[in-house]
């Protein structure tokens, strides 16, 4: 064979050059496959790029510290026909488990709770004043939950008494809660970085000792935030149900936390997802859609995202979308539905 080769080889160039490119294509093709394989995304997913500011194209900087990945999701009701269901199935993580080894997984996972979770919750499939048995800390534990947020409409549904006993039960499975006047921001320092978190509510009247989204509050709490972390997490409860489009107030509040701080806002409440935006290279989600729900009588309301953040150097490296659905008023599933989310 190789006799064979060098004759043909002789005199004549371009079999040799075809040769070479041939051998050098293979090559590039292998090395292709080797070393981008970890890097494809699944169909199911929307990766959005990394924000790149024209000052960081100009100088270029190594990244040395460590990636740190967070989860955040959409609405959770632990209350109502959810409720309902985990007492009568005797188990307490039957919401959570076709999702938990999805979302156990991140340095941090962070919800927003709009429901109390109290001893002797009573049992019903209707209403709207929420609560949860104390028993469903098994569905959040088993979810790798490290954070919830209680600055929504619901989570003092009890009063404060009610969201004591919410951050009491939760407090004995390790997890921490931020959004009250109690518990105004969590700090959490993950290989190196410290974050904090904080929420607000806009919707109605803020119950028990929830925190309103005022613009006093704001600027208080962001400042003592920025001043004492190195990231910080603004999660707001906010806008109209059952629409698409953020409002103007959804727009100016999430700007305003940006411009006094925020490196990353997280919004929640329509029930519906909603888009996000980039403003001064700082993401805005305007609502993740349901995450655990019993809103069963539209497809959009059994629909939304959880997001995975991956912060380096104390910047957001790369934000991950990914769409689930609510099934059996409750159960949330990832989902191949690719066209739910954002444009």
Known sequence: MKNWIAANLKGNSQLYVFLITFLVSGLLFFLFLTFSKNEIIPKTVVKID???????????????????????????????????????????????????PFISKADLTIINLESPLIENCPLTNEGFVFCGSDKHVEGLSLSGVDVVGLANNHAGDYGVAGLTETSNNLSKIGVS?????????????????????????????????????????????????????????????????????PTKRQNDLGK?????????????????????????????FYALGNFIFDQEWSQKTKEGFYIKSVIQDKKVKSMTLYPVEIRNFGEVFPTNNFDILPK
């Open 50 to 100: 990394k924000i790149i500011s024209s000052a960081t194209n100009q100088q270029k900087t190594e990244e040395t510290s460590p990636e740190i990945s967070l989860i955040f999701t959409g609405d959770v009701i632990l209350a109502r026909s959810v409720n309902f269901i985990s007492n009568s199935k005797k188990d307490f993580t039957w919401a959570f488990k076709n999702i938990s």
């Open 177 to 245: 809660v931020y959004g009250t006047s109690d518990f105004p921001i969590h700090y959490k320092e993950i290989k190196g970085t410290k974050f904090a978190f904080l929420g607000f509510n806009d919707i109605g009247a803020s119950k028990g000792n929830i925190l309103s989204a005022s613009e006093e509050n704001i600027k208080k709490f962001l400042e003592v935030a920025k001043n004492n972390s190195d990231f910080v997490v603004v999660a707001f409860h906010w806008g109209n149900e059952y629409v698409s489009e």
């Open 256 to 284: 305003l936390a940006i411009d006094l701080g925020a490196d990353l806002v997280i919004g929640n409440h329509p029930h519906w997802i909603q888009g996000y935006e980039v403003y001064k290279e700082k993401y805005i």
